[in-house]
């Protein structure tokens, strides 16, 4: 989410909608090979604390790299010429790519199938709605950083916006190791 909201501040909404497409595909992507994954491993605990442990060190990392991320340029120009195709497919596959790697959307994923989801029957249905929420959540994060006031604001306060989303990484790593510390 923090890519789609950098790059629709810098490139608008239309600009990053081949973005936001790639993220939902690559998320679905990742979802399913996880669930796999979790369904060959079974719901052994030690398995579920394994997963845990490197989902909240993987997040820990991105939090890192967020926290010490320089200033982006904004580079949006309102006159320049519309992407081509193959511009839209490069940052289609990029999006894809951007997801499949994303170690936050992987812890999220290791947790849920190897912890609440993966005894559920219904998967199939979780994986179903992956695609659709992954779109919807980017769509929602473009539009709102798209905006002219959005991206000004961004912009002025861009080391408070990396510190916060730095922390708000770490809570999520620490609640993903909260079962691991208590049991």
């Known amino acids: 989410m923090l890519a789609i909201g950098s790059v629709a501040s ?3 909404f239309l600009g990053v909608l081949p973005l936001c497409a790639g993220v939902a595909a690559g998320a679905s992507a990742l979802a399913v090979a996880l669930a796999l994954a979790s ?3 079974g719901q052994d605990l030690g ?9 909240a060190l993987l997040l820990l990392m991105v939090a890192f790299r ?13 006159n320049a010429p519309a992407p081509s195709a193959r511009d839209r497919t490069f940052v ?12 936050a959307t992987a812890a999220f994923f290791i947790a849920q199938f190897l912890g609440p989801v993966g005894a559920a029957k219904t998967l199939p249905l979780v994986l179903a709605l992956v695609p659709l929420l992954a779109l ?3 769509a929602v994060i473009a539009a709102l950083f798209a905006r002219p006031a959005a ?15 730095a922390a708000v990484l770490v ?6 190791l909260r079962p691991v510390l208590s049991g």
């Open 151 to 165: 991206r000004r604001l961004m912009q002025l306060h861009y080391r408070l916006a990396r510190m916060v989303s």
């Open 171 to 176: 809570a999520m790593a620490l609640g993903m």
């Open 10 to 12: 810098l490139r608008g």
């Open 66 to 78: 967020v926290a010490v991320a320089p200033r982006p340029v904004d580079c949006h120009d309102p």
């Open 39 to 41: 369904d060959l491993l």
């Open 136 to 138: 919807l959540g980017c």
């Open 92 to 103: 289609f596959v990029t999006g894809f790519f951007v997801a499949v790697s994303n170690p």
């Open 47 to 55: 398995w579920e604390h394994a997963g845990r442990k490197i989902g």
